[in-house]
């Protein structure tokens, strides 16, 4: 029974940390004061794809059966949404906004004024950095019905 808990808790509880730390790089950007208006679109969409995905995998995995109790006690009667598609959004949905906060200072890396060499090596680091993120494991648990 344990195990059912925790995994119904798992699913919520992890939507929100991870919002909460992209939102932390992103407004870190907005503090970059860039003037430029791209950029600042570009940081402001961002947040919002990041908030609006969070929030809706978030009430997805609260409500994700009908009756909520069936998400923890498999023997209570009701419906569930197709939880392993649920977990593969939250990690395309993990990815895509990945990629966007990665890509969002690459086009100022290329202007700045210093040798081609030390901007493709900067743009090394943040393609590193980013194989790092998204080589991690999906840490949703997938569960089958019994």
């Excluded at 609260?62 to 392993?84: E, H, M, S, Y």
Aim: glycine share 4%.
């Amino acid at each position: 029974m344990f195990t059912q808990y925790a995994v119904y808790l798992h699913t919520i509880v992890y939507a929100p940390p991870t919002a909460l730390a992209k939102l932390v790089l992103l407004l870190f950007y907005v503090q970059l004061q860039n003037q430029a208006r791209w950029f600042r679109w570009a940081t402001y969409a961002t947040m919002f794809i990041n908030i609006g995905a969070s929030t809706g995998i978030l009430l997805a995995s609260i409500f994700a059966c009908k009756p909520i109790a069936l998400g923890w006690d498999l023997t209570v009667q009701g419906t569930c949404i197709n939880r392993p598609a649920l977990y593969e959004a939250t990690a395309a949905l993990g990815v895509i906004v990945d990629l966007l906060i990665i890509s969002i200072p690459v086009p100022m890396v290329v202007r700045l004024q210093m040798s081609r060499s030390k901007k493709a090596g900067l743009i090394l680091m943040f393609v590193l950095g980013s194989m790092y993120v998204l080589r991690s494991p999906h840490p949703m648990i997938q569960c089958s019905r019994a």
